[in-house]
């Protein structure tokens, strides 16, 4: 079943993949990597990623219906209740903990600073957490994340992303 949202995920995608600019400006050093051209360990460590998230999402979007119902049982029209729903959690079916863990926790893997990581220097974490779904076709996993109204991280005093 197609997750319910309100909004286009195009949307979602075009704000997403400008955030993170918004605190730590881009320098072009790792851009555009895709996932056919990455090393193993990147496509492993995105593999992975997709499997957990399609796990979370499974879970989020059971939970999200069920908010969904809640809404229609106190007597809204489908439509109501799911705008209720989105006025309660804005982040809909993205505000599931299962998936911000997923996206945090990846998120910070894509980012490690470590030269021996899977992902040092090679593509900012917002180009491999969604822009490659969308590249493998993963339509409900960007629909999910897109729901997103921005990426659960920030920087820490040492410019580093926790």
Same mark, same amino acid.
């Given at each position: 079943?197609?997750?319910?949202?309100?909004? #286009? +995920?195009?949307?979602?995608?075009?704000?997403? +993949? @400008?955030?993170? $600019?918004?605190?730590?400006?881009? $320098?072009?050093?790792?851009?555009?990597?895709?996932?056919?051209?990455? #090393?193993?360990?990147?496509?492993?460590?995105?593999?992975?990623?997709?499997?957990?998230?399609?796990?979370?999402?499974? @879970?989020? %979007?059971?939970?999200? =219906?069920?908010? @969904?119902?809640?809404?229609?049982?106190?007597?809204?029209?489908?439509?109501? !209740?799911?705008? =209720?729903?989105?006025?309660?959690?804005?982040?809909?079916?993205? !505000?599931?903990?299962?998936?911000?863990?997923? @996206?945090? %926790?990846?998120?910070?893997?894509? $980012?490690?600073?470590?030269?021996? $990581?899977?992902?040092?220097?090679?593509?900012?974490?917002?180009?491999?957490?969604?822009?490659?779904?969308?590249?493998?076709? =993963?339509? =409900?996993?960007?629909?999910?994340?897109?729901?997103?109204?921005?990426?659960?991280?920030?920087?820490?005093?040492?410019?580093?992303?926790?």
């Amino acid at each position: 079943m197609p997750l319910l949202t309100l909004f #286009p +995920m195009e949307n979602g995608i075009a704000r997403l +993949m @400008v955030q993170p $600019s918004d605190i730590l400006p881009r $320098s072009g050093r790792r851009a555009g990597l895709k996932e056919y051209a990455a #090393p193993a360990r990147l496509r492993e460590l995105f593999a992975g990623y997709r499997n957990d998230l399609r796990l979370a999402g499974d @879970v989020a %979007s059971a939970w999200w =219906e069920g908010t @969904v119902e809640a809404q229609e049982a106190l007597g809204l029209s489908r439509d109501e !209740a799911l705008k =209720e729903a989105f006025d309660t959690r804005l982040a809909g079916p993205a !505000a599931h903990p299962n998936v911000v863990w997923v @996206v945090r %926790s990846y998120w910070l893997l894509c $980012s490690d600073t470590d030269p021996s $990581s899977a992902a040092f220097g090679l593509a900012y974490p917002e180009e491999i957490l969604l822009l490659w779904l969308i590249d493998a076709g =993963e339509t =409900e996993l960007v629909r999910l994340i897109a729901c997103m109204p921005y990426w659960p991280i920030g920087l820490d005093e040492n410019g580093n992303w926790c």
